[in-house]
């Protein structure tokens, strides 16, 4: 299961209202998260997390590029923000105040949906005006409106 990570922030976080959370694995920034039916995006890494980059043919991994000060399994997290994720069923007509859910298994998020089913509700679509997707299926969403 691959993590749901933001590809940008869409309109700021509040740093007063970021929290420090526990996370079930080391995850990077921006990835969405859910705490006790709670929406989050990852603001740091969290801890422990490491990262790799490719020079030419070669991959280098296991580079540290967890959060500043963080421990392994702890992540700074944005509670409020508007941020641009990849969300199923989101098209070019899709309005802003559409509910976003979460489908979360195993405590991980793995996927954002407009469809409520047995999903966690996440946040609500809020583009920019004028906003155009990357790709068809990015959006912004606001997290801490619930």
């Known amino acids: ?51 790799s980059t490719t020079v030419g043919a070669a991959t280098i991994s296991g580079i540290p590029e967890g959060g500043a000060s963080l421990p392994a399994l702890k992540a700074s997290v944005a509670t409020d923000g508007t941020w641009e994720f990849p969300v199923t069923g989101v098209t070019g007509t899709t309005k802003n105040g559409t509910k976003v859910y979460a489908v979360v298994a195993s405590g991980k998020v793995t996927g954002l949906t407009l469809t409520v089913g047995s999903n966690t509700l996440f946040g609500v679509i809020n583009n920019r005006l004028g906003y155009v997707s990357p790709v068809a299926t990015y959006a912004g969403v606001k997290i801490g409106v619930l």
Not at 8 to 37: C, H, K, M, Q, Y
């Open 1 to 51: 299961m691959a993590d749901v990570v933001a590809s940008s922030p869409v309109f700021a976080s509040t740093d007063g209202l970021r929290e420090i959370w526990d996370v079930t694995s080391e995850v990077a920034a921006g990835t969405a998260l859910i705490n006790d039916g709670r929406a989050g995006v990852a603001y740091t890494p969290s801890g422990g997390y490491t990262g």
